[in-house]
């Protein structure tokens, strides 16, 4: 007899591998699964204790906002609107230090922040499209699980992002900085550069 924990897991895989089906076969949005967090460095050492390679200072304009929110990028979405599985859409940020945010919300008022980066070949989050990077973030250093409803909605935003981003002016998505520079810009910065990572 299945427990409760492996029937999870198990659903949890079918319906990632459902999404992943779905992506493949109309080749719009992409997901994968974060790899495994380890400071071992026979395995990469990508956990929660890795050592980021030394960052550049900021520029001096970085907390300049660099365009107004894309809009054009998730529509039809608004604000307001359910995007799936409970979680609705109820704010985008303008393009600002590399990325801009997405912020979804469930019917319990649980908010999450879902910052668009640019896909540069080489994604960082959870579900990704051709030009574009979806990073949950939720301070888990990639060693938190995602929430299976968040993530259906994240893919699901990833899906209507996937069926704008060649219509949307190229200025939206050249703003864009790759998570991983990100990290490398902002990470290790004093407060409140710290902060745009949140």
């Not at 779905?22 to 699964?33: D, H």
Request: proline share 9%.
């Amino acid at each position: 007899m299945l427990s409760r924990r492996e029937l999870i897991g198990k659903a949890a895989v079918g319906a990632a591998a459902a999404v992943a089906v779905s992506a493949v076969r109309t080749g719009v949005a992409s997901a994968r699964a974060a790899p495994a967090a380890t400071n071992d460095p026979a395995h990469g050492g990508e956990g929660r204790n890795a050592v980021l390679p030394p960052a550049d200072p900021p520029p001096a304009d970085a907390g300049a906002i660099s365009s107004p929110p894309p809009w054009d990028l998730v529509s039809p979405l608004v604000a307001g609107s359910m995007v799936a599985h409970g979680w609705r859409l109820v704010g985008l940020g303008p393009v600002e230090d590399g990325s801009c945010v997405v912020t979804l919300q469930n019917r319990r008022g649980r908010s999450h922040r879902v910052h668009l980066c640019r896909n540069d070949g080489n994604p960082q989050g959870i579900v990704y499209t051709r030009r574009v990077d979806l990073v949950v973030m939720n301070e888990g250093y990639r060693d938190l699980p995602t929430e299976e409803r968040l993530a259906q909605a994240v893919a699901a935003l990833a899906h209507v992002i996937a069926a704008n981003e060649a219509t949307v002016p190229d200025r939206y998505l050249a703003e864009l900085l790759p998570h991983a520079e990100r990290l490398r810009r902002f990470a290790a910065a004093a407060p409140p550069a710290g902060g745009k990572l949140r």
